[in-house]
Protein backbone atom coordinates (compact mmCIF):
# COMPACT_ATOMS: atom_id res chain seq x y z
CA UNK A 1 0.00 0.00 0.00
CA UNK A 2 1.17 3.28 -0.68
CA UNK A 3 2.21 5.82 1.72
CA UNK A 4 -0.38 7.62 3.36
CA UNK A 5 -0.45 11.64 2.90
CA UNK A 6 -2.00 12.43 6.40
CA UNK A 7 -0.91 15.67 7.80
CA UNK A 8 -0.96 16.93 11.52
CA UNK A 9 -1.51 20.49 12.04
CA UNK A 10 -2.71 22.01 15.20
CA UNK A 11 -5.31 25.14 15.52
CA UNK A 12 -3.70 28.70 15.40
CA UNK A 13 -5.61 31.65 16.07
CA UNK A 14 -26.68 12.42 -16.72
CA UNK A 15 -27.34 9.67 -14.28
CA UNK A 16 -24.54 7.53 -13.75
CA UNK A 17 -24.13 3.78 -11.76
CA UNK A 18 -24.24 4.36 -7.82
CA UNK A 19 -20.97 6.32 -6.77
CA UNK A 20 -20.15 4.37 -3.90
CA UNK A 21 -19.67 0.84 -5.80
CA UNK A 22 -16.01 1.27 -7.25
CA UNK A 23 -13.94 2.93 -4.10
CA UNK A 24 -15.97 1.76 -1.31
CA UNK A 25 -15.70 -1.50 -2.41
CA UNK A 26 -11.73 -1.98 -3.81
CA UNK A 27 -11.01 -0.09 0.09
CA UNK A 28 -12.95 -2.61 1.75
CA UNK A 29 -11.40 -5.76 -0.17
CA UNK A 30 -8.25 -4.24 1.21
CA UNK A 31 -9.75 -4.19 5.03
CA UNK A 32 -10.88 -7.95 4.55
CA UNK A 33 -7.48 -9.29 3.49
CA UNK A 34 -5.11 -6.92 5.65
CA UNK A 35 -7.28 -7.34 8.23
CA UNK A 36 -18.34 10.40 23.32
CA UNK A 37 -18.46 6.30 23.23
CA UNK A 38 -17.13 3.74 24.60
CA UNK A 39 -15.88 1.23 21.70
CA UNK A 40 -17.30 -1.92 21.12
CA UNK A 41 -15.52 -4.56 23.22
CA UNK A 42 -12.64 -1.73 24.47
CA UNK A 43 -11.89 -0.47 27.89
CA UNK A 44 -11.14 2.92 28.16
CA UNK A 45 -9.59 4.74 25.09
CA UNK A 46 -5.81 5.81 25.51
CA UNK A 47 -3.75 8.24 23.55
CA UNK A 48 -3.77 6.48 20.11
CA UNK A 49 -0.05 6.14 18.29
CA UNK A 50 0.31 8.71 16.17
CA UNK A 51 -0.70 8.50 11.90
CA UNK A 52 1.68 7.49 9.59
CA UNK A 53 3.11 10.48 8.40
CA UNK A 54 3.16 13.89 10.52
CA UNK A 55 4.30 16.92 9.47
CA UNK A 56 6.31 19.88 11.21
CA UNK A 57 3.98 22.26 12.08
CA UNK A 58 4.10 25.29 10.06
CA UNK A 59 2.80 26.18 6.21
CA UNK A 60 1.90 22.85 4.11
CA UNK A 61 4.05 22.28 1.04
CA UNK A 62 2.91 23.39 -2.09
CA UNK A 63 0.98 20.29 -4.05
CA UNK A 64 0.23 20.25 -7.00
CA UNK A 65 -1.19 16.97 -7.44
CA UNK A 66 -3.17 15.90 -4.41
CA UNK A 67 -6.30 17.60 -3.78
CA UNK A 68 -5.70 19.69 -0.05
CA UNK A 69 -9.17 18.12 2.28
CA UNK A 70 -8.84 19.33 5.92
CA UNK A 71 -10.06 16.79 8.66
CA UNK A 72 -11.46 18.73 11.72
CA UNK A 73 -11.76 16.86 15.10
CA UNK A 74 -10.99 17.30 18.51
CA UNK A 75 -7.56 15.89 19.22
CA UNK A 76 -7.07 16.57 23.03
CA UNK A 77 -9.89 17.52 25.29
CA UNK A 78 -12.22 15.98 26.97
CA UNK A 79 -13.46 14.23 23.43
CA UNK A 80 -9.94 13.28 21.84
CA UNK A 81 -10.31 9.59 21.90
CA UNK A 82 -13.73 9.69 19.48
CA UNK A 83 -11.45 12.69 17.38
CA UNK A 84 -7.93 10.77 16.83
CA UNK A 85 -10.10 7.21 16.28
CA UNK A 86 -11.49 9.58 13.37
CA UNK A 87 -8.21 10.52 12.26
CA UNK A 88 -6.75 7.05 12.55
CA UNK A 89 -9.99 5.84 10.57
CA UNK A 90 -9.39 8.70 7.96
CA UNK A 91 -5.54 7.87 7.40
CA UNK A 92 -6.39 3.78 6.81
CA UNK A 93 -8.79 4.68 4.27
CA UNK A 94 -6.13 6.76 2.49
CA UNK A 95 -3.24 3.83 2.70
CA UNK A 96 -6.46 1.86 1.06
CA UNK A 97 -7.12 3.20 -2.13
CA UNK A 98 -3.72 5.17 -2.26
CA UNK A 99 -2.81 8.39 -1.04
CA UNK A 100 -2.52 9.40 -4.94
CA UNK A 101 -5.29 11.85 -5.17
CA UNK A 102 -5.50 13.71 -1.38
CA UNK A 103 -3.90 15.58 1.24
CA UNK A 104 -5.66 15.31 4.30
CA UNK A 105 -4.57 17.33 7.16
CA UNK A 106 -5.97 17.42 10.79
CA UNK A 107 -6.76 20.24 12.76
CA UNK A 108 -7.20 19.92 16.31
CA UNK A 109 -10.83 21.83 17.01
CA UNK A 110 -10.39 21.45 21.19
CA UNK A 111 -8.94 24.90 20.93
CA UNK A 112 -11.11 26.23 19.14
CA UNK A 113 -13.17 25.60 16.18
CA UNK A 114 -13.17 28.39 14.38
CA UNK A 115 -9.52 29.22 14.53
CA UNK A 116 -9.11 25.64 13.56
CA UNK A 117 -11.28 26.78 10.34
CA UNK A 118 -9.53 29.42 9.34
CA UNK A 119 -6.47 27.76 9.86
CA UNK A 120 -7.40 25.06 7.19
CA UNK A 121 -8.51 28.06 5.06
CA UNK A 122 -5.28 29.62 5.15
CA UNK A 123 -3.46 26.21 4.08
CA UNK A 124 -5.46 26.26 0.92
CA UNK A 125 -8.31 23.49 1.61
CA UNK A 126 -10.79 22.59 -0.60
CA UNK A 127 -13.30 20.64 1.75
CA UNK A 128 -13.59 20.39 5.57
CA UNK A 129 -14.58 17.11 7.03
CA UNK A 130 -16.11 17.78 10.05
CA UNK A 131 -16.19 18.78 12.83
CA UNK A 132 -17.75 16.25 15.20
CA UNK A 133 -19.44 18.34 17.54
CA UNK A 134 -23.00 20.51 16.36
CA UNK A 135 -22.13 23.25 18.91
CA UNK A 136 -18.74 23.09 16.67
CA UNK A 137 -20.65 23.09 13.52
CA UNK A 138 -22.87 26.07 14.33
CA UNK A 139 -19.37 28.09 14.31
CA UNK A 140 -17.74 26.86 11.64
CA UNK A 141 -20.18 26.95 8.75
CA UNK A 142 -20.56 30.51 8.55
CA UNK A 143 -16.75 30.54 8.07
CA UNK A 144 -16.46 28.24 5.72
CA UNK A 145 -19.26 29.31 3.75
CA UNK A 146 -17.82 32.61 2.83
CA UNK A 147 -14.64 31.20 1.40
CA UNK A 148 -17.42 28.21 -0.68
CA UNK A 149 -15.85 25.70 1.17
CA UNK A 150 -18.43 22.81 2.04
CA UNK A 151 -18.52 21.03 5.46
CA UNK A 152 -19.15 17.02 5.72
CA UNK A 153 -20.12 17.16 9.30
CA UNK A 154 -19.65 14.28 11.40
CA UNK A 155 -21.97 15.28 13.42
CA UNK A 156 -25.97 13.51 13.82
CA UNK A 157 -27.79 16.91 14.69
CA UNK A 158 -30.03 17.28 11.26
CA UNK A 159 -30.69 21.10 12.38
CA UNK A 160 -27.03 21.71 11.30
CA UNK A 161 -27.48 21.45 7.32
CA UNK A 162 -27.76 23.30 4.80
CA UNK A 163 -25.94 26.06 2.53
CA UNK A 164 -22.81 24.28 1.93
CA UNK A 165 -23.38 21.89 5.38
CA UNK A 166 -23.57 18.27 4.96
CA UNK A 167 -24.74 15.88 7.89
CA UNK A 168 -22.76 12.81 7.33
CA UNK A 169 -23.54 11.43 11.22
CA UNK A 170 -26.42 8.52 11.97
CA UNK A 171 -29.05 10.39 12.88
CA UNK A 172 -31.67 9.48 15.13
CA UNK A 173 -34.99 10.44 12.96
CA UNK A 174 -34.26 7.73 10.49
CA UNK A 175 -33.57 5.11 13.31
CA UNK A 176 -37.32 5.60 14.58
CA UNK A 177 -38.80 5.60 11.56
CA UNK A 178 -37.50 2.39 10.93
CA UNK A 179 -38.05 0.90 14.23
CA UNK A 180 -41.84 2.16 14.39
CA UNK A 181 -42.78 1.13 11.00
CA UNK A 182 -40.84 -2.58 11.07
CA UNK A 183 -42.69 -2.81 14.73
CA UNK A 184 -46.24 -1.99 12.73
CA UNK A 185 -45.59 -4.91 10.34
CA UNK A 186 -44.49 -7.46 13.41
CA UNK A 187 -48.92 -6.41 14.94
CA UNK A 188 -47.51 -3.47 17.50
CA UNK A 189 -50.61 -0.96 17.42
CA UNK A 190 -50.12 1.26 20.46
CA UNK A 191 -46.81 3.26 21.19
CA UNK A 192 -45.46 4.92 23.90
CA UNK A 193 -41.96 6.55 24.71
CA UNK A 194 -39.50 8.03 27.39
CA UNK A 195 -37.80 10.81 25.88
CA UNK A 196 -34.98 13.05 27.70
CA UNK A 197 -35.64 16.24 28.62
CA UNK A 198 -33.49 19.31 26.08
CA UNK A 199 -33.59 20.08 22.29
CA UNK A 200 -32.60 16.38 21.66
CA UNK A 201 -35.52 15.71 23.37
CA UNK A 202 -37.81 17.82 21.64
CA UNK A 203 -37.14 17.05 18.24
CA UNK A 204 -36.72 13.11 18.86
CA UNK A 205 -40.44 13.28 20.03
CA UNK A 206 -42.18 14.77 16.77
CA UNK A 207 -40.14 12.67 14.85
CA UNK A 208 -41.39 9.83 16.77
CA UNK A 209 -44.93 11.36 16.95
CA UNK A 210 -44.65 11.89 13.12
CA UNK A 211 -43.23 8.05 12.75
CA UNK A 212 -46.24 6.47 14.64
CA UNK A 213 -48.94 8.51 12.78
CA UNK A 214 -47.21 7.99 9.40
CA UNK A 215 -47.19 4.16 9.93
CA UNK A 216 -51.19 3.99 10.97
CA UNK A 217 -50.15 3.48 14.76
CA UNK A 218 -51.54 5.05 18.10
CA UNK A 219 -49.67 7.27 20.61
CA UNK A 220 -50.92 6.33 24.19
CA UNK A 221 -48.50 7.71 26.67
CA UNK A 222 -44.68 9.97 25.87
CA UNK A 223 -42.96 11.24 29.17
CA UNK A 224 -40.03 12.73 29.75
CA UNK A 225 -37.07 13.04 31.91
CA UNK A 226 -34.08 14.67 33.00
CA UNK A 227 -31.57 11.64 33.66
CA UNK A 228 -31.39 11.80 37.74
CA UNK A 229 -33.30 8.40 39.27
CA UNK A 230 -35.48 10.61 40.90
CA UNK A 231 -36.81 11.80 37.15
CA UNK A 232 -36.93 8.01 35.32
CA UNK A 233 -38.88 7.04 38.32
CA UNK A 234 -41.35 9.60 38.14
CA UNK A 235 -41.53 9.34 34.34
CA UNK A 236 -42.21 5.33 34.43
CA UNK A 237 -45.07 6.13 37.10
CA UNK A 238 -46.80 8.38 34.83
CA UNK A 239 -46.31 5.86 32.21
CA UNK A 240 -47.56 3.39 34.51
CA UNK A 241 -50.67 5.67 34.63
CA UNK A 242 -51.51 5.67 31.10
CA UNK A 243 -52.50 2.21 31.01
CA UNK A 244 -51.67 -0.38 28.29
CA UNK A 245 -49.11 -0.15 25.29
CA UNK A 246 -47.72 -2.68 22.57
CA UNK A 247 -44.31 -1.24 22.44
CA UNK A 248 -42.33 1.61 24.56
CA UNK A 249 -39.38 3.51 22.50
CA UNK A 250 -36.68 4.62 25.09
CA UNK A 251 -35.05 7.32 22.54
CA UNK A 252 -31.49 8.01 24.61
CA UNK A 253 -28.17 5.86 25.07
CA UNK A 254 -27.80 2.48 25.85
CA UNK A 255 -26.75 3.23 29.27
CA UNK A 256 -29.92 4.97 30.19
CA UNK A 257 -32.10 1.99 28.44
CA UNK A 258 -30.01 -0.41 30.57
CA UNK A 259 -31.21 1.64 33.64
CA UNK A 260 -34.97 2.64 32.64
CA UNK A 261 -36.36 -0.88 31.10
CA UNK A 262 -35.83 -2.79 34.36
CA UNK A 263 -38.23 0.39 35.76
CA UNK A 264 -40.46 -0.35 33.22
CA UNK A 265 -40.71 -4.42 33.31
CA UNK A 266 -41.72 -3.93 37.33
CA UNK A 267 -44.51 -1.13 36.56
CA UNK A 268 -46.58 -2.52 34.12
CA UNK A 269 -44.53 -3.09 31.00
CA UNK A 270 -43.84 -6.38 31.95
CA UNK A 271 -44.93 -7.41 27.87
CA UNK A 272 -44.26 -4.58 25.86
CA UNK A 273 -41.66 -4.92 23.28
CA UNK A 274 -38.81 -2.03 23.97
CA UNK A 275 -37.54 -0.11 21.33
CA UNK A 276 -34.30 1.61 21.24
CA UNK A 277 -32.20 3.98 18.43
CA UNK A 278 -29.28 3.35 16.38
CA UNK A 279 -27.21 5.00 20.06
CA UNK A 280 -27.76 0.96 21.34
CA UNK A 281 -25.34 0.25 18.57
CA UNK A 282 -22.28 2.37 20.22
CA UNK A 283 -22.84 0.32 23.39
CA UNK A 284 -22.18 -3.59 23.69
CA UNK A 285 -23.25 -3.42 27.75
CA UNK A 286 -27.13 -3.58 25.80
CA UNK A 287 -26.15 -7.45 24.88
CA UNK A 288 -25.65 -8.21 28.75
CA UNK A 289 -28.79 -6.54 29.67
CA UNK A 290 -31.63 -8.86 31.00
CA UNK A 291 -34.37 -6.34 30.76
CA UNK A 292 -33.18 -5.69 27.46
CA UNK A 293 -33.57 -8.82 26.01
CA UNK A 294 -36.12 -8.63 22.49
CA UNK A 295 -35.79 -5.15 22.50
CA UNK A 296 -35.68 -4.14 18.70
CA UNK A 297 -33.81 -0.85 17.30
CA UNK A 298 -32.64 0.56 13.53
CA UNK A 299 -28.65 1.05 12.82
CA UNK A 300 -26.66 0.63 10.01
CA UNK A 301 -25.50 -2.97 9.47
CA UNK A 302 -22.10 -3.73 11.67
CA UNK A 303 -21.08 -6.44 9.01
CA UNK A 304 -18.77 -4.56 6.62
CA UNK A 305 -17.68 -2.78 10.04
CA UNK A 306 -16.40 -5.97 11.81
CA UNK A 307 -13.71 -5.90 9.10
CA UNK A 308 -13.03 -2.21 9.32
CA UNK A 309 -12.41 -2.60 13.19
CA UNK A 310 -9.93 -5.58 12.89
CA UNK A 311 -7.33 -3.80 10.45
CA UNK A 312 -8.28 -1.43 12.54
CA UNK A 313 -7.18 -2.95 15.93
CA UNK A 314 -3.71 -4.63 14.18
CA UNK A 315 -2.76 -0.93 13.47
CA UNK A 316 -3.59 0.77 16.41
CA UNK A 317 -3.29 -2.34 18.95
CA UNK A 318 -7.40 -1.23 20.68
CA UNK A 319 -10.74 -1.19 19.32
CA UNK A 320 -12.09 1.48 17.51
CA UNK A 321 -14.81 3.63 18.60
CA UNK A 322 -18.05 3.32 16.66
CA UNK A 323 -18.02 6.66 14.84
CA UNK A 324 -14.90 6.09 13.87
CA UNK A 325 -16.32 4.81 10.39
CA UNK A 326 -17.55 7.79 9.76
CA UNK A 327 -14.00 9.70 8.86
CA UNK A 328 -13.62 6.40 6.87
CA UNK A 329 -16.49 6.56 4.70
CA UNK A 330 -15.59 10.24 4.38
CA UNK A 331 -12.57 9.80 2.78
CA UNK A 332 -13.83 7.15 0.32
CA UNK A 333 -16.35 9.34 -0.91
CA UNK A 334 -13.83 11.81 -1.48
CA UNK A 335 -11.20 10.02 -3.15
CA UNK A 336 -14.63 9.17 -5.37
CA UNK A 337 -15.55 12.37 -6.34
CA UNK A 338 -11.84 13.34 -6.71
CA UNK A 339 -12.04 11.36 -9.65
CA UNK A 340 -13.81 13.81 -11.68
CA UNK A 341 -12.58 17.30 -9.89
CA UNK A 342 -9.57 19.22 -11.17
CA UNK A 343 -7.00 19.93 -8.76
CA UNK A 344 -6.59 23.77 -6.76
CA UNK A 345 -10.15 24.50 -7.94
CA UNK A 346 -13.49 24.40 -5.59
CA UNK A 347 -15.24 21.05 -4.61
CA UNK A 348 -18.05 19.88 -7.06
CA UNK A 349 -19.98 19.88 -4.26
CA UNK A 350 -23.17 19.61 -6.69
CA UNK A 351 -21.71 15.98 -7.04
CA UNK A 352 -23.21 15.29 -3.23
CA UNK A 353 -26.30 15.42 -4.96
CA UNK A 354 -25.96 12.11 -6.85
CA UNK A 355 -29.30 9.66 -6.24
CA UNK A 356 -27.07 6.63 -6.71
CA UNK A 357 -25.18 7.78 -3.26
CA UNK A 358 -21.93 6.35 -1.42
CA UNK A 359 -21.00 3.65 0.27
CA UNK A 360 -18.28 2.21 2.67
CA UNK A 361 -18.05 0.70 5.92
CA UNK A 362 -21.70 1.56 7.29
CA UNK A 363 -23.29 0.68 4.16
CA UNK A 364 -25.21 2.65 1.52
CA UNK A 365 -26.08 6.36 1.70
CA UNK A 366 -27.04 9.43 -0.12
CA UNK A 367 -27.40 13.16 0.63
CA UNK A 368 -31.07 14.61 0.52
CA UNK A 369 -32.04 18.14 -0.60
CA UNK A 370 -31.55 18.57 3.05
CA UNK A 371 -28.36 17.62 3.30
CA UNK A 372 -28.70 14.60 5.40
CA UNK A 373 -27.00 11.52 4.60
CA UNK A 374 -29.82 8.99 3.96
CA UNK A 375 -28.66 5.75 4.78
CA UNK A 376 -29.61 2.12 4.62
CA UNK A 377 -30.81 0.52 7.82
CA UNK A 378 -31.72 -3.09 9.56
CA UNK A 379 -33.63 -3.56 12.89
CA UNK A 380 -31.82 -6.03 14.67
CA UNK A 381 -33.31 -8.03 17.91
CA UNK A 382 -30.76 -7.71 21.62
CA UNK A 383 -30.63 -11.69 22.07
CA UNK A 384 -28.30 -13.11 24.85
CA UNK A 385 -24.96 -11.65 24.54
CA UNK A 386 -25.26 -11.23 20.38
CA UNK A 387 -27.76 -9.70 17.64
CA UNK A 388 -29.97 -10.65 15.49
CA UNK A 389 -30.94 -9.07 12.23
CA UNK A 390 -34.97 -9.20 12.00
CA UNK A 391 -34.86 -6.86 9.04
CA UNK A 392 -31.69 -6.66 6.96
CA UNK A 393 -31.32 -2.53 5.44
CA UNK A 394 -33.23 -2.47 2.10
CA UNK A 395 -31.04 -3.22 -1.17
CA UNK A 396 -31.76 0.48 -2.79
CA UNK A 397 -32.61 3.38 -2.24
CA UNK A 398 -36.60 4.42 -3.21
CA UNK A 399 -37.03 6.74 -5.87
Not at 113 to 124: C, E, H, P, T, Y
Not at 149 to 163: C, H, I, K, T
Not at 225 to 232: G, H, V
Amino acid sequence: MAEAVLTLQPANGNRRSPLWRLPALCALAMVSACQSVIPKGAGVEQAPPPPVVVKPVGDLPEDQQRHRIALLVPITGADAGVGQAIANAANLAVLDTGGKAIRVTTYDTAPGAAAAAQKALADGNKLILGPLLAGDVTAIAPIARRAGVPLLSFSNDASVAGEGTYVLGFTPAQSIERVVAFARTRGVDSFAALIPNGVYGRRTSTVFLRAVETAGGRVVSLQNYDRSSASMNAAVARLQKAGGYDALMIADSGSVAITLAPLVRARGGATARILGTELWNTEARVLGAPALRGAWFASVSDGLYSQFSAKYRARYAKAPYRLSSLGYDAVLLVVRVARDWKVGSAFPARALADSGGFGGVDGAFRFGKDNVAERMLEVQQIDAGKLTILSPAPKAFAK
